[in-house]
Every structure is written in C-alpha cells, then in structure tokens.
C-alpha cells in the first residue's frame, strides 16, 4: 500500500541547514504537510500545502518539492528545534485515507 | 483562540472498547474537519480518522472497521470508540482540527491509553 518515507534521523550543528526529506509516489498530486513533535507534547503544523508557513511558525521553516519528494528545510537550526519531524499527505487511490510518514529524529548536536 | 479539551478512561482492558472525546471550546464545529490521531510507544503518528461538519467520516483502512467517530454539535464535541483493543492500541491519543488545504493546525493536549488486563 501507499506510504510516506522519511529518513529515521538527521543531525546538524546549531546554525547549519537540516533537511528533511519525504517521499511518496501520489505527492505530485497531493499536497504534504509537516509536523514537528516535542518530547511530551502535541505535534505543531509548521508547513502546510508542501509550502505555505502558519503563522506564528518561525521562517527559518520552508518547504520545497520535487517530483515525488518534499522537504522541510530549517535554515540556521536552533536547539529548540531538536524534535520529530513527521511529514502528512493524503491517499486516494481507494478508500481516502490520510498518513504520516514514519517521523524524522532532528538532533542539533 | 480556539482550544480542543480532550478526556476519556486511560486504562481500558483487551477485547474492550476504548473511548475518548474532544470538546472544541472557542470555535464552532462548521467548515472543519475533526480528526483522530495517536502515537505508540516508540513510534510514529498513526492517523485513525475523522469526521466532517456534516456528520461525514473516513476512518483507516488497516484497523479493519474497529472505528467509530461521531459528532455532537449541541456540545460541541466529537467522539472516538476503538473496538476489540489489545495491547497494539496503547498510545497516547491526540484529537486535531483541520480544515481543507491547511492541514491539522489545532490539537487537543493528549491523553495516554494503556491496554492492560
């Protein structure tokens, strides 16, 4: 069935770029959304339609996307955004379903 | 600002039903959709399913029917049941709003379900 691929982890050193990826055949056709998740709280919407930022999110938070691939780019990683990082897309080849892809370990070393 | 108060039992044993509700205070439940969300133990986000302003749902295919979600618009409020629990349904739970192209941009606090006898 259709999934979400994302790598397990990425590190970065305070003040880099990270990014994150997310894979899926169907994203060409379906917009991608991106949630962070800190230890012991409600994930957080910091990109929703592969690009567009809420407000309120920092814009050191972008999207970009590429074929079947998107992906989260946080220019000048603080530590505050070490975290999980899951990516959200919808598939309606059957029965319409959301998913998430399996989540990304940001570590800011 | 609207806000989603999430409650139900934490300890339901197997076989049983697991319940929970969301309460959205601050908003109404019109032009959204509501939805269900949980996270195992040491994994990722697992989207369960939701239900629109009309009454109209789309629930996960891979839990094979086990769930309901429903609406009550005179409270406000809507509602999961996840049937014939086992020790793979614990998690903790979220409840979110979402609302067309901008995704699910108000979650509930969470509450942790444990299946155990």
């Known amino acids: 069935s259709y999934e979400l691929t994302q790598p397990p982890s990425v590190s970065v050193s305070p003040g880099q770029t990270a990014r994150i990826t997310c894979s899926g055949d169907a994203l060409p056709k379906q917009y991608a959304y991106w949630y962070q998740q800190k230890p012991a709280q409600a994930p957080v919407l910091v990109i929703y339609k592969d690009t567009e930022r809420p407000s309120g999110i920092p814009d050191r938070f972008s999207g970009s996307t590429s074929g079947t691939a998107v992906t989260l780019i946080i220019t000048g990683v603080q530590a505050e955004d070490e975290a999980d990082y899951f990516c959200?897309?919808?598939?309606?080849?059957?029965?319409?379903?959301?998913?998430f892809g399996g989540g990304t370990k940001l570590t800011v070393l | 600002q609207v806000q989603l108060q999430q409650w139900g039992a934490g300890l339901v044993k197997p076989s049983e039903t697991l319940s929970l509700t969301c309460a959205v205070y601050g908003g109404s439940l019109s032009n959204y959709y509501w939805s269900w969300i949980r996270r195992p133990p040491g994994k990722g986000l697992e989207w369960l399913g939701d239900i629109n302003y009309t009454g109209a749902t789309n629930d996960n295919p891979s839990l094979k029917s086990r769930v309901t979600i429903s609406l009550d618009t005179s409270k406000n409020q809507f509602s999961l049941r996840l049937s014939s629990v086992t020790a793979a349904d614990t998690a903790v739970y979220y409840c979110a709003r979402g609302r067309g192209d901008t995704g699910m941009d108000v979650w509930g606090p969470g509450t942790t379900v444990t299946v155990s006898s």
């Open positions: 959200q897309s919808a598939d309606t080849s059957g029965t319409y379903r959301r998913l």
